[in-house]
Structures are given as C-alpha cells and as structure tokens.
C-alpha cells in the first residue's frame, strides 16, 4: 500500500464542494424540520446525540490519522484495525443500550430511552467503514468520498423530513441518524478495494497505540466539551431550553462543519508527506490558517450583524431566542475555526500526547464558565462560551507557535487580518441592517441587502488587502489564476 503525495487542490476543492452541497441541505432541513418539530422534539435528540455522538470519536479508535500518516502500511496492520474499531464500537452500543433508561431518569426524559435505544445502532454501523474511509483518504480519493457523504447525508435528511410529515416526532431525527449511518458505511464498503480478512494480530495495534490512544483521548475530551453545555442546559433549565441553544450551536457550528473541517482533512495529508521539511510544514501551516480565518470572518461577521433577520427567514418567528444566542455563540464559531487546524500539526508532529493535556485544559476552563453562567440563565451560558474561548485561545496558540517554531509576529500578522475582516464585515452588514430597520422591508429582504453589501466588502477587503489569499480560493476552484505556492 504505497502512499500517494497528495494534491492539495484536489482535496480542498471536492471537501468544499461536498461540505457546500450539504450546507445547503442542511439549511433546508432545519428549515422544514423546524416548522414540523417543536423545541421539545429538538431538545429530546440533543439530549440523545450528547451520548450517541460518540460513535464519531469511537468509529476508529483514532486509527484513522494513523493509517493516513504511517508511511509504510501493509494489510495486516488495516485488518488489525478494522477488527479493533467493530469490536470497540460493539461494546460501547452495548453499554448505551443498557444505559438507556438509568440515563433517561436523570434527565427526567421518559422518551429518551427509546431513543437510545435505535442510536445505539449508529455505533457498529459506522464504525464498520471507518478504515475503508482512511485508506481512501490516504490514497486522495476525496472526490469519491465527498460523494458518499453527500449521498448519505441528502437520504438521512430528506428521511427525517417524510418522518416528520409523518408525525414521528424526535424519532424522525433518530432515522436520519442511521439512513445516514448505513448508506455511508456500504458506499466507503462498496467503494474502497481492500476487504477484511478474518485475522487480527495485536503486534501490529502496538505500533500505533500511542499515537491512537492519546488521539481517542484528546477526542473524547473535546467531545465533553462540546456537550457539557448541552447537559448543564438540559438538566437546570430543560428540554424547552435546550432546543433552541442547540439550534443556535448548530448554526455556530457551521464554519467549522463546511470551511474549517475541509481546511483540516485536506491539510492533514499534505503535513504527513512535509513531515520531514519543518520549515515548510510551518509555512503551509500558517497560511491555511490564515485562509480558513479570512473565509470565516465573512461568514461569522454577517451572521452576527444579521442574526435577526436570519433567524426570522431560516427558523420561522418560535425561535427568536436563537437570535439572542447568536450574538455571543457567532464569535465562538469564528475564534475556533482559527484555532481548528491546530490538531493537524500536533498529529503529524506525532505530539497527540501534548494535544490531549492542552484539551483538558481547554475544557476545565469551557465547563467552568458554563456553570457560572447558567445562573443567568441560558444566555448566561452561551456569554460563558464566548469568555471561556477568548481566555484559552491565546494560550492554544502559544503551544502551537513552539510546537512548529514560529515567530509570535509572524502569528499574529496571519491571525490578526481574519479578525480585522470579520469587524469590518460585521460593522457594514450591521450599519446597513440598522438602517432598514426603520423601513418596511420584510425580513428577507434585510438579510439579503445586508448579506449583498457585507459580501461585496468582503471582496473589496481581501482584493485590497490580500490578493494572495484570493488567487488561492480562484486556484481550488480551479479558474485561471498564476500558480504561486499553493498555501491550501
């Protein structure tokens, strides 16, 4: 299994095409679901996926970077792999379904178990095309990939919608859980030429049980983060609560879901094969992050000047608290895309073990605020997010400006323009917003006239200021720019 130098382009280019096309999905989706379900339905499922998100941390054990990054890979360490990610992931459906009802009682959600009951199949299910999916990853198949997760997520959403027509309620939100789960593990199955044979020597897990254990660790630390919110919300304020704050994350959640997530995977290989150019490594480092941080200020920068009249259009007028959300949790969304590539430094560097303890770190502090806040309430919660983020990130970087040798002003020069954009992109959208206020314009229209007028001085601002940055988004896309360096 010889591994094959990536194409940078490539990879972004399919990821963000794959990443666009569910977006758009998506935002259709709630759009719909949101008019069918009420807070209750949504805040019943985000207490579920608070435990059966874990299926995407323990799909593959952390073995999935391994595979990517070890350069020589022969196929009895992937069927060691594939055996240990099944059997892991078997064990731990077991334990959700015997958990089920004692997890219910605590938060006083009678349907709840039932729930967990069907989620607890998303577990095996996934995890049965997790090393097929890092080996295709390995091998740059990301245009095959970005097709099976577009299948796969288009058939669990549009599932979700006929069941909730059909007044399935929370549990139509569970069937979108697994049509998605299952059309993806036999795509990656169907797609992927290496099959599993029946043998699993444990010499071989050895080899990468550093590296995977620290990785998986690190992981489920993250994992507690973003979900202790959702558990403080959910057990001193209530489901009613908790709907319209995991609304309001989702949509937060959205630069690190379709930018910053395609910036990582399609780095990720390309830092593997610079393992040896340290110089270089930092390089492409730096300006990927600047990159991602330009793209995200755009987006984050609207979506807080405009966050009523969006709210309004996409969400429909039950949800106007998302609205209020949105003000502290928009900033959160843009501070941690700049701080997402990170991880793929610390992997390729081979440090998980120094990413697991700045994790934990992370979430003492993020927990911390949290229980603070809720003593205002939920918007008391989502201000603590904001405080948390702002108190930690200063910190994640001067651990990733040792780790990869960088100069603070070299930092602070590549993350310091994508804030500049993202004020200057919130104050025109919102100038303008506060202007139309005063009209009689339907909601629509003022977020489309803002969203206009932030965007074009988006552009304005990144050909102005940095028309590097731009060629390399016109170079993904692949329209005729000159080829400099490619830094994505």
């Known amino acids: 299994m010889k591994k094959q130098e990536p194409s940078v382009g490539n990879n972004a280019r399919w990821l963000g095409a794959a990443q666009l096309a569910k977006m758009l999905v998506q935002l259709?989706?709630?759009?719909?679901?949101?008019?069918?379900?009420?807070?209750?339905d949504f805040g019943m499922m985000a207490l579920a996926t608070v435990v059966t998100g874990l299926a995407g941390l323990l799909r593959d054990m952390g073995t999935g970077p391994a595979i990517i990054?070890?350069?020589?890979?022969?196929?009895?360490m992937v069927d060691a792999i594939f055996w240990l990610n099944l059997t892991v992931a078997t064990i731990v459906a077991l334990i959700v379904v015997a958990s089920a009802v004692p997890?219910?009682?605590?938060?006083?959600?009678?349907?709840?178990?039932?729930?967990?009951?069907?989620?607890?199949?998303?577990?095996?299910?996934?995890?049965?095309?997790?090393?097929?999916?890092?080996?295709?990853?390995?091998?740059?198949?990301f245009r095959l990939t970005a097709r099976v997760d577009v299948l796969s997520?288009?058939?669990?959403?549009?599932?979700?919608?006929?069941?909730?027509?059909?007044?399935?309620?929370?549990?139509?939100?569970?069937l979108q859980a697994i049509v998605q789960a299952c059309l993806s593990s036999l795509q990656l199955f169907a797609a992927s030429p290496w099959r599993p044979s029946l043998?699993?020597?444990?010499?071989?897990?050895?080899?990468?049980?550093?590296?995977?254990?620290?990785?998986?660790?690190?992981?489920?630390?993250?994992?507690?983060?973003?979900?202790?919110?959702?558990?403080?919300?959910?057990?001193?304020?209530?489901a009613a609560a908790l709907g319209p704050y995991s609304l309001a994350f989702r949509i937060m959640l959205y630069p690190l879901q379709n930018v910053a997530l395609v910036?990582?995977?399609?780095?990720?290989?390309?830092?593997?094969?610079?393992?040896?150019?340290?110089?270089?490594?930092?390089?492409?480092?730096?300006?990927?992050?600047?990159?991602?941080?330009l793209l995200t200020a755009t987006l984050m920068g609207g979506l807080m000047a405009l966050r009523e009249p969006f709210v309004a259009v996409a969400l429909g007028p039950r949800w106007q608290d998302v609205a209020h959300l949105l003000l502290w949790l928009a900033p959160v969304g843009f501070v941690q895309s700049l701080l997402s590539t990170a991880p793929a430094a610390f992997m390729v560097k081979g440090r998980t073990g120094t990413l697991l303890w700045i994790n934990v770190g992370n979430t003492v502090a993020h927990i911390a605020c949290w229980?603070?806040?809720?003593?205002?309430?939920?918007?008391?919660?989502?201000?603590?997010?904001?405080?948390?983020t702002l108190a930690v990130a200063p910190f994640y970087l001067a651990c990733i400006a040792r780790l990869l040798s960088l100069k603070w002003t070299s930092l602070a020069v590549a993350l310091g323009t994508p804030v500049l954009l993202c004020a200057g992109v919130f104050a025109t959208a919102f100038a303008t917003d506060l202007m139309l206020r005063h009209t009689e314009l339907p909601p629509l229209a003022r977020l489309l006239i803002g969203g206009v007028i932030g965007a074009l001085y988006a552009l304005w601002h990144l050909g102005r200021f940095h028309p590097h940055q731009c060629g390399a988004l016109l170079r993904t896309l692949r329209l005729h720019v000159p080829r400099r360096e490619p830094t994505l």
């Open 371 to 388: 229980l603070i806040g809720a003593h205002w309430g939920v918007n008391g919660i989502a201000a603590g997010y904001l405080i948390a």
């Open 199 to 238: 043998r699993c020597d444990a010499e071989h897990l050895r080899r990468i049980f550093g590296f995977s254990s620290n990785l998986t660790l690190s992981n489920l630390v993250m994992y507690l983060q973003r979900n202790a919110d959702s558990i403080i919300v959910g057990r001193s304020l209530g």
């Open 153 to 174: 997520y288009t058939s669990g959403m549009l599932v979700a919608v006929i069941a909730a027509r059909a007044g399935l309620g929370a549990m139509s939100l569970v």
């Open 28 to 40: 259709v989706g709630i759009g719909l679901l949101s008019r069918l379900l009420g807070p209750s």
């Open 69 to 76: 990054r070890t350069r020589e890979l022969d196929h009895a």
């Open 103 to 141: 997890l219910a009682r605590a938060f006083d959600a009678a349907p709840l178990a039932h729930l967990l009951f069907w989620l607890a199949l998303t577990f095996p299910v996934m995890s049965f095309g997790a090393a097929h999916q890092a080996l295709l990853e390995r091998a740059s198949r």
């Open 263 to 293: 910036a990582s995977k399609s780095l990720y290989p390309v830092l593997a094969v610079q393992q040896g150019e340290p110089q270089r490594l930092a390089a492409t480092w730096l300006s990927s992050t600047s990159f991602v941080g």
